[in-house]
């Protein structure tokens, strides 16, 4: 018999993980990626699944975090991109921080060594017949432009887009350890995963008049209704919405001691986390921005600690493009219109990293029964990954469709237990965090012995 083949365009998280699981199970799969003959706005490198924004995958607590379920869920799952993640990581408490070249790199070798997976260095500029096979359109919010336009034609224009900002990278030995300090939040995982900028109230305030002043990056006409994405909001979009966001936001000065000076509390502190493996290289966390290049060295060498900063990559803005998922996708992620084709990653409207490698594992697994004839199982909803699904699915309120992080919010609701005495008892906090975690992983194995 032929060996089936199902396509891939985009060689993303979600790409690459549609591929990985597509191999493991019997089926050819072909990655048609368009880097490095063409990039995108944001992206640096020829390699698969690049991570153009930040290097961590958030939190990697399954006990209590809907972020570290997903995690935990797919690495039962067989996932590439946590195998991959877990083998490049680098220290950040209690997230999952990867080293961004290793990540990319291990990746990119994984698929290129399969024997079922081929990579065709391609730009698909149009949406593929009806007869022409099995495809998983997985190519990202910085889809090109062509693919783009074929994509909003077959959907009748149904589509949103919103910005993406990237935050920028500092090298480690540009930092003053005379102001900045390590230290975790809480002092949660090794002290060294963070380092620390202390802001006095008054050096605080100076920053944000910098902010408000400072030049930005103007916007064609065409892109001024854009909307941000709330969960990664330019840091000078915080401060216009209020002068403390930012001191209750990425600049929150709790769980944190300065040891230069124990006797004061900072007003607002600024966090950097390690980018690289050999920690060369720091992140500033929740610091996307939109600023201009000249504004960023200007602005950011006014906090402590960093006014000999030296930048690897300064932040920058980019387009993202996503889908009216519950309206033009069945519960399979294949197009209504065109049930050959499947959408997975932030092209269908979810947010996130390993939320967009999900995604890829639905879409590959659904493939891959499609093809070989079998009948898919939906994952359950009380699961993080039946969750996401769940999100590119709910119809409530499709013309205000936004992307969304795995949250609890989402999942089916856990209101409270009965007890051994026959009353009823809410949970609430941590327990039900830990509810929602084991109820999840519970049927996630019963799921697992389905397929």
């Given at each position: 018999m032929t060996?089936p ?5 985009g060689a993303g998280l979600a ?9 493991e199970?019997?089926i050819?799969?072909v990655?048609?990626?368009?880097r490095?003959?063409k990039?995108?706005?944001a992206?640096?490198?020829?390699w698969?699944a ?6 961590s995958l958030r939190?990697?607590d ?21 195998a ?8 950040a408490?209690?997230?999952?921080a ?5 990540f ?8 290129a060594?399969?024997?079922n997976?081929s990579?065709?260095?391609e730009e698909?500029?149009?949406l593929p017949?009806?007869?022409d096979?099995?495809?998983i359109i997985a190519s990202?919010?910085l889809?090109?432009?062509a693919l ?18 990237i935050a920028?990278v ?6 003053d350890?005379d102001k ?8 949660k995982g090794?002290?060294f995963d ?9 050096q605080?305030?100076a ?9 930005k990056?103007t916007?064609?006409?065409?892109e001024k209704e854009a909307?941000?994405f709330d969960?990664?909001l ?5 401060a216009?919405r209020?002068r403390d966001t930012?001191?209750w ?8 001691t ?8 900072p007003?607002a ?6 980018d690289?493996?050999e920690d060369t290289?720091?992140n500033?966390v ?5 600023l201009k ?5 200007r602005?950011?060498?006014?906090i402590?600690g960093?006014e ?5 990559r300064?932040?920058g803005i980019h387009?993202n ?7 033009l ?9 065109r049930?050959n084709l499947?959408?997975?990653?932030q092209?269908?409207g979810?947010?996130?990293?390993i ?8 879409a590959?697994y659904f493939a891959?029964?499609?093809a070989?004839?079998?009948p ?11 969750a996401?699904l769940g999100?590119l699915?709910?119809?409530t309120?499709p013309?205000?469709?936004?992307p969304?992080?795995?949250n609890?919010?989402i ?7 009965t007890t051994v ?7 609430k906090g ?6 929602y975690?084991?109820r ?5 194995r019963?799921?697992k012995?389905?397929l």
């Amino acid at each position: 018999m032929t060996q089936p083949i199902v396509h891939i365009v985009g060689a993303g998280l979600a790409g690459s993980e549609a591929a990985w699981q597509l191999a493991e199970r019997g089926i050819k799969a072909v990655i048609h990626e368009m880097r490095p003959a063409k990039s995108s706005p944001a992206h640096k490198t020829a390699w698969c699944a690049e991570l153009v924004c930040s290097n961590s995958l958030r939190s990697d607590d399954f006990e209590h975090n809907a972020v570290g379920l997903l995690h935990e869920e797919m690495r039962r799952l067989g996932s590439l991109i946590m195998a991959c993640a877990d083998a490049t990581k680098v220290p950040a408490g209690g997230a999952l921080a990867v080293d961004r070249d290793g990540f990319a790199a291990l990746v990119t070798d994984k698929l290129a060594h399969h024997p079922n997976i081929s990579l065709v260095e391609e730009e698909i500029t149009a949406l593929p017949g009806a007869d022409d096979g099995l495809w998983i359109i997985a190519s990202g919010p910085l889809s090109s432009p062509a693919l783009i336009e074929a994509v909003l034609t077959e959907v009748n224009g149904q589509s949103l887009n919103f910005y993406d900002a990237i935050a920028p990278v500092i090298f480690k030995e540009s930092i003053d350890f005379d102001k900045a300090w390590y230290q975790s939040r809480y002092d949660k995982g090794d002290k060294f995963d963070y380092i620390n900028c202390p802001l006095t109230r008054e050096q605080y305030n100076a920053f944000i008049d910098a902010l408000l002043a400072a030049e930005k990056v103007t916007f064609h006409e065409f892109e001024k209704e854009a909307a941000y994405f709330d969960g990664c909001l330019p840091i000078e979009v915080m401060a216009e919405r209020g002068r403390d966001t930012l001191q209750w936001g990425p600049m929150k000065p709790v769980g944190l001691t300065n040891p230069h000076q124990p006797e004061v509390k900072p007003y607002a502190v600024v966090q950097l986390r390690q980018d690289n493996k050999e920690d060369t290289l720091r992140n500033m966390v929740g610091f996307q921005t939109k600023l201009k290049y000249g504004e960023q060295q200007r602005i950011f060498r006014m906090i402590p600690g960093l006014e000999q900063a030296e930048f690897a990559r300064l932040g920058g803005i980019h387009r993202n493009t996503f889908i009216k998922s519950p309206v033009l996708l069945d519960n399979f992620l294949r197009l209504k219109s065109r049930p050959n084709l499947r959408f997975a990653g932030q092209i269908t409207g979810c947010e996130g990293y390993i939320e967009s490698a999900s995604t890829g594992w639905l879409a590959g697994y659904f493939a891959a029964t499609e093809a070989l004839g079998k009948p898919a199982v939906l994952p359950p909803p009380e699961t993080a990954m039946g969750a996401m699904l769940g999100h590119l699915q709910d119809t409530t309120n499709p013309d205000d469709y936004q992307p969304m992080n795995i949250n609890f919010g989402i999942f089916p609701t856990i209101s409270g237990e009965t007890t051994v005495n026959g009353k009823f008892r809410k949970i609430k906090g941590m327990e039900r965090k830990e509810a929602y975690c084991r109820r999840a992983l519970e049927a996630l194995r019963n799921w697992k012995e389905q397929l």
